[in-house]
């Protein structure tokens, strides 16, 4: 019998591969999205079929993660081998904008997630995807054991969520697991979140659709990869035999400069000519450098980053550039407005 999983967040960037990959391996998997007047389902239309037909092995419930009764009543009904929370208000930036609703979903979300499977008596694994931004100011490379500083309330709220997760663990034995995710990316990533909106400003300029992007600190330093391979992390640690806790990265710090400029050079371009500052995308406090240490995922997990940051860059940008060209959808066909955020997340 194939094994079931349970997916919030499944139309985010993780969301979507995470569901290509569980069906891949033969789920059924449930997902859960917000009731809202405008769809936002374009990362899984590919994967979606009609619940009614037969075979049909992805399905998409409404709920919202401050409604504990609605998670509750999905879980009784799905009864999940695997629960993947991946779902947050989860745009650091936002979240000074945001802190009581960035604690109210991506802390509170996961307590009243992790009670729900309690109070059911649930056997499932639960996946809780937590942030390199609880390391905020720790000293490099983070692992592990480095000490937590977020600087953020996004931060402090992921920080909230991991120890809920780590207490469920250890007070109620639940198979619960904590990823720490270092910044990864993909072409999927929200146009708002620094690197796609390098990327696809690259791909605009370029066709002579824009002039200019507007960014913030540039001088910041990032671990990131490339997102597929992070969530066969994540399926990973679900299949281990003992819950634990394991960082996933590069283990490669660069910068947004150094993103620039690789994504600009990769169509032949000077950045510096392109990109002005705007001080609306500061953070009041600023993590200035985050890169992780995986060894422990390598060892215990066997996972390892494939796909490193130049690399990746460049796959971003081709895609960008091919989604322009082919006339693209009309979130991609938007100019790229100096309001959108655009803090590293």
Not at 279 to 303: F, I, M, N
């Amino acid at each position: 019998m194939a094994k079931r999983a349970f997916v919030t967040g499944i139309t985010g960037q993780d969301g979507s591969y995470l569901a290509e990959f569980l069906l891949g391996k033969g789920y059924e998997v449930h997902g859960i999205i917000r009731r809202a007047s405008t769809f936002n389902t374009h990362r899984i239309e590919h994967l979606y079929v009609d619940p009614h037909v037969s075979g049909a092995r992805m399905f998409l419930h409404y709920g919202d993660l401050v409604d504990g009764a609605r998670l509750a009543s999905l879980l009784s009904t799905i009864r999940p081998d695997e629960v993947y929370h991946l779902a947050a208000q989860s745009h650091v930036r936002v979240s000074f904008d945001e802190p009581e609703y960035t604690a109210e979903t991506t802390a509170l979300g996961t307590l009243k997630l992790l009670e729900a499977i309690r109070r059911l008596g649930l056997s499932c694994r639960f996946y809780q995807a937590s942030s390199s931004e609880m390391f905020g100011a720790s000293r490099l490379p983070q692992n592990e054991i480095s000490p937590f500083h977020p600087r953020s309330p996004y931060g402090s709220a992921k920080a909230f969520a991991y120890w809920t997760a780590c207490n469920y663990r250890e007070a109620y034995g639940q198979f619960a697991v904590n990823g720490i995710l270092f910044n990864h990316e993909s072409p999927r990533r929200g146009e708002t979140f620094v690197t796609r909106k390098i990327t696809r400003a690259v791909a605009r300029i370029r066709a002579g659709l824009d002039e200019h992007v507007y960014l913030g600190n540039i001088d910041v330093i990032r671990d990131w990869g490339y997102a597929p391979e992070y969530v066969e992390g994540m399926w990973r640690m679900l299949q281990a035999d003992a819950p634990d806790d394991y960082v996933l990265a590069t283990g490669s710090g660069y910068s947004v400069r150094e993103f620039l400029t690789l994504a600009f050079d990769h169509v032949g371009l000077d950045w510096e000519r392109y990109v002005r500052f705007d001080d609306r995308y500061v953070r009041p406090a600023e993590v200035d450098a985050l890169v992780g240490d995986a060894a422990k995922a390598r060892s215990h997990l066997g996972w390892h980053p494939r796909v490193q940051t130049p690399e990746l860059v460049k796959l971003m940008v081709d895609a960008d550039i091919s989604a322009l060209e082919a006339g693209g959808r009309h979130w991609i066909d938007r100019p790229a407005l100096p309001g959108w955020s655009t803090a590293p997340s």
